[in-house]
Nanobody, 121 residues
Framework: QVQFVESGGGLVQPGGSLRLSCTAS????????MGWYRQAPGKQRELVAA???????NYADSVKGRFTISRDNDKNTVYLQMNNLKPEDTAVYYC???????????????WGQGTQVTVSS
């Protein structure tokens, strides 16, 4: 019903920047919380940043001050601006959103396909 397509990953040197985007399409009545997760090899998927429908945000301690999450509700898009990237940021990044597809329905989580971010010299 709802598909999230994300982009913006790539290979950057330490200290570089990337901007990830994730856009939803399909039947959408309302999007509530949106967020970004990442998963490195051998690690569990972890929450990087989340933004609620009211605009409040939270971040993992490891990225606070370097990453910024934002959303454009008119475009059904969530962004993650990543600055001062470090090798330990290397992971596959996934967007996530809590979506209500119709006024009469409940909400559920949807996931993007993942985009690789590699930080290396």
């Amino acid at each position: 019903q709802v598909q999230f397509v994300e982009s913006g990953g790539g290979l950057v040197q330490p200290g570089g920047s990337l901007r990830l985007s994730c856009t939803a399409s399909g039947s959408i009545f309302r999007i509530y919380t949106m967020g970004w997760y990442r998963q490195a090899p051998g690690k569990q998927r972890e929450l990087v940043a989340a933004i609620f429908s009211g605009g409040s945000r939270n971040y993992a301690d490891s990225v606070k001050g370097r990453f910024t999450i934002s959303r454009d509700n008119d475009k059904n898009t969530v962004y993650l601006q990543m600055n001062n990237l470090k090798p330990e940021d290397t992971a596959v990044y996934y967007c996530n959103a809590q979506v209500q597809v119709a006024f009469y329905s409940g909400s559920r989580d949807y996931w993007g396909q993942g985009t690789q971010v590699t930080v290396s010299s």
